[in-house]
């Protein structure tokens, strides 16, 4: 697929009949080639129904904005349909928050290195100066903002600020600060967070001590959306490590790493992609 | 889901612009309620499309033979599909071959009799006389055809008569002979084997006792078509579990057997909700 | 190794030098063949030390209670070990608690009535008489005990005298009555059961509807010893599979059972073949 | 555990009684402070017995010199064994080879710089000079030695100068040139490759191409010594990921990468941890 070609549209309404018929349709009609389309449905009856479009864009016969209008004004506003659509050849503005730990840091940068994250990696923000030397290695700007229990308002005010026309999404690689309300609301779905077990078990801090002292036999990560509920946010990607009375808490803490950076590079990338669509607090994801 | 007014479509053709758009709106259009669209191309310039349809049957305009014509009328002859519909309704019938092992038969007489193996349950078939008696305390009819070098011939002959007009598929759960080209041509797509091994290691006898020797770290098992080639045919699905030193070829053998029912199982009832495509040598899986 | 011959030797102390060739040194001196050695040490300084120790017999040079004596005598005594010998020979009994839910049941006789789990299976006991025709077809006796509210107390009396002298050891194989402390404390660490979670995510009641309300990525079950604290025993072994949005919580729950009676037949094996110590909440196994 | 004062002693020999107690007696005896004992026989009667004892050396009674001198003559000489002690603080030199894929070399880089591979890292030998900045920035020597079908003679003879008295361990990270058998003999089972793919399936080149065309549901990647054999050596660690239909060539190999890094990580960690025993054409791994 060309990027420079491809756009993805998402949609969510309630379902009912005719809706991919109807999407299918419009974009032929204009000319757009459909490399690939999933829909869900939660339930038949009385259900919402998502779905993800991806097409090219090179044979339609309307610019862009004209065509996103008429497709509101001939299929979306009849199905009520939440919608939007991305094209790739602009990449969408991803920043990384994150404080000592470099391994989930590192491994979003690696990837992006290589072009396996559709990005344009705009910035590095930490409370800690630790690891200005690593990220400004890849041409990537640095910003350390320290964080206090006294200055934690204007740090996140400092914050909000380099992100502003520079974010659309806002990665916390394990940031070890908990983000205001206020904060969180200014990026909706857009804040992704890896937290260091598999939730719902074992939220809050410490889960490796806690995995340990419960004798757990597997061990896990899980990347979601941040909302103003703790640890309580839409789950992205999840996935688990096999474990033993063998491991104490830092080798479970080690392992755990592992696991973490690719859960988390997982859910970025299908972020990226325009593969994840929030629905209430779960989502749907065409990966 | 009601199974009693559940339909699926399943489409292979050469990919154009317009298949996704034609094929809904035909069913749109005749009063079908999609539930479920799944496709692939296995490249968008010139390759293959594939497509399942999940439909909802009770408010079409037609009865199903003159809706089936209609569509190779109006859409499916425009594009040269291959296609066909299947109403749950009409429950596909399934005979198992066995030889002496029955953990794949069990499962699948397990899962069946709790309802997940969308079936009519014909028969089992067997070259031993072993396992009679299970198999009847499910109420289904067991027939032994022994079989030897020099009576392979009519024991096959013997099997396809036991088979004709009762058997949509057919399911080798460990049947320990070769089939002969006549016989598989006789089910095209419509065989499905479980080998005791990850192929296309270890194709042939003998795999357990084979890995073994190699010291593999990893064993698995292969659900797929049977075709004329021995261990060639498309692959329906497979898995692994992790081994050890400290496995002798028995065990191997003991761990392999739960992998082998599950893989069978998997891949039967992905068959039977008509989730597979075979393309060439390979399948497409809509599970 | 021949079942007849099999000797096993667990033992838990606090943890000093010397352990490991004093145990090995008197087990090779009295004519032990010593076929498998697993130990763990929670930590080299003054942490738990556990041991498992398989020896075949026939070479021994005393009887059984006489070796057992001069093993408390020469070592056991001066480590202050906690230790116990099992001889395979001799079988241990084991009863089934189950309720109306069959899949775990099934897994467990399966397997034993292919010899994989080395037990006396001694009886199944339900509340509810559903599965008598089933148990009874293994030749394995089934007990209906009814348990209402009021009757409980009642209830458990009359399981625990159809238990006494005929259980080493108790499986709750998805036994949906909450055991009182009372009856729990007459069976330490010998009452298994399968909670259908990944614990401790979703303790409780109903956690596959709980599970697909929180939208997780992956589900699981446990297998655990029972204590008084509901859901917060020693865990033996977990397992997860990974399911996606479109999984509905009766899906999830028939996924669920895959799980379950895989990771409970774990479980139970190792229970069986003395591969378990308990360790304070947690669990060593020497699987 | 204190590197500065671990030891570990790995050991081959026929199985035969008393080995056990032979061998924990006598570092008893002198003062070691046995911290992990693992042990394996490939069958109690006429195999071959495999043990791997950690311990502590601050108490022993005797240099490391006269300790292996009495083992030798009251222990291992006995039993016909071969072993060989390691001590934790003198670390194995360890020296990569690479082309131009750097996604393994990365890993190994990375888990060496945060301490997790107890190695000193000698260096990086490519034939292409694409990585040498990214090795240099890690303060690792990088040597260029370009390999053309009519060099190749001399090209290995420069690399095994380089190799001279610098390499425990030569680690192949994706090196797309095959060894010479003088070469691999040179240094036996102490060279290791990772394969990328799950042999033995896929033995040979382009295995991901391949295993598109064959339609696999799982692809994997092998560590293993190198033989004079090509991909016939012991293997020491194998993991496998599951695909799809939607998976092209270049995604498997992209989804393969993060499969070989990882299970070259682990092979070299458990080499360099004196946890891997060849026996024959396998591998004992006490990991």
């Known amino acids: 697929m060309d990027p420079a070609t491809t756009a993805r549209l998402l949609i969510t309404c309630a379902d009912r009949p005719g809706i991919v018929a109807a999407v299918s349709n419009f974009f032929y009609n204009h000319g757009a080639n459909i490399t690939a389309l999933d829909q869900h449905s939660s339930d038949p009856e009385g259900g919402r129904f998502f779905m993800r479009l991806e097409f090219q864009t090179p044979h339609i016969d309307l610019p862009h904005a004209v065509l996103e209008r008429a497709f509101q004004d001939m299929v979306a506003g009849r199905y009520a349909m939440e919608w939007h659509i991305s094209y790739a050849a602009q990449l969408p503005r991803m920043a990384v928050l994150v404080s000592r730990h470099e391994h989930a840091l590192l491994e979003l940068l690696w990837r992006w290195s290589r072009g396996k994250l559709p990005a344009a990696f705009s910035m590095v923000i930490s409370n800690h100066p630790d690891l200005r030397e690593r990220v400004e290695s890849f041409a990537i700007p640095f910003h350390h903002v320290a964080v206090t229990p006294d200055t934690k308002a204007e740090a996140e005010a400092e914050i909000l600020g380099l992100l502003d026309g520079a974010a659309d999404v806002v990665v916390l690689a394990r940031y070890m600060q908990i983000l205001s309300p206020d904060f969180v609301a200014a990026y909706p779905n857009r804040i992704i967070n890896i937290h260091?077990?598999?939730?719902?078990?074992?939220?809050?801090?410490?889960?490796?001590?806690?995995?340990?002292?419960?004798?757990?036999?597997?061990?896990?990560?899980?990347?979601?959306?941040?909302?103003?509920?703790?640890?309580?946010?839409?789950?992205?990607?999840?996935?688990?490590?096999?474990?033993?009375?063998?491991?104490?808490?830092?080798?479970?803490?080690?392992?755990?790493r592992d696991i973490e950076r690719n859960v988390l590079a997982r859910a970025v990338r299908w972020h990226l992609e325009n593969r994840v669509i929030v629905d209430g607090n779960k989502t749907v994801v065409f990966a």
């Open 196 to 256: 260091h077990s598999f939730l719902p078990a074992f939220a809050g801090a410490d889960p490796y001590k806690r995995a340990c002292e419960r004798g757990v036999k597997l061990i896990g990560a899980t990347a979601h959306y941040v909302t103003s509920e703790l640890d309580e946010g839409p789950i992205i990607e999840q996935d688990v490590e096999r474990v033993s009375h063998r491991f104490n808490a830092d080798e479970l803490r080690e392992l755990g």
